[in-house]
DNA sequence: CCAATGTCAGAATAACTGATATGG
DNA sequence: CCCATATCAGTTCTTCTGACATTG
């Protein structure tokens, strides 16, 4: 929940919430995506994601076309503006993380991602769906 | 996140939500304390306590006296009838670590937990009142 | 006079639950 | 006919802010 916060309030600086970082963060990691498999990946709800994408449409940060080949989807696109803007939001956040991890060696937090990465991997597999 | 989300559920099941535990568990480490230091330790908004002692209140498994020696305060005690609520509350997040954790090897959440606790300790240490 | 405390009221989000229209 | 998708409307829950009266 700390860490919740104090993410929200580096990523507040940038006008930004922590779901539009979500959302950006998973685009250019895994390409673009209808809006269903973005809310499953992110875990932000289909009807909330709307509203995040009307925003970061709005801000030009993703383009929204809907799928020639299935017309019941969107893709989702990362502009190249919005991947500016995911550099900036990825500076913020390492910095609080920085912050966050202050009383951490670097070798231990390596060791904290690893063990969180795999606890939510695990979770992933184990949960996918039921939510 | 995900984390919060399983303990809440697990909580539900014992009509609690996790402030309550949280609140239990504080009373039960460091012994009665006004509102206002309970507020500090648990991070929950003084305003948002009130609430939350209340509902403890009327379960009966806090008291709630106010202090002789300053009149401004509330003393918070917890009652045995709590202390037994804290042990089922107790038992039921460790059933839900133990699911969320079920990717780690014992002594790998062992690590985990010393990792988090250090990071925990340095940010009450360097934030305690700014929130 | 200023600071801390407990309390209340209400705003602002955030999370969650349908329902609906449309296309596969 | 059934399932998936995007969207909308609306509820509930939580977090957060600001005031206020009381006491130190």
Redesign the pocket.
Known sequence: ?QAD?LV?AGLAAAGA???HYAVLAALDEFGPA??????RRSR????????V??ELSDQGHIE?IT?T????????TLTARGSKHLQRLDLLVTQVQDDLLAALLPDERVQLNALLARVLEDLGERYDGN?
Not at 69 to 76: F, G, K, Y
């Open positions: 929940m916060r929200a919430r922590k779901w209808s809006q269903a498999l973005l809310s932000i709800y289909r009807s909330d994601l709307v509203a994408l009307n929204r799928d080949r299935d017309q019941r989807r969107n893709v989702i939510w």
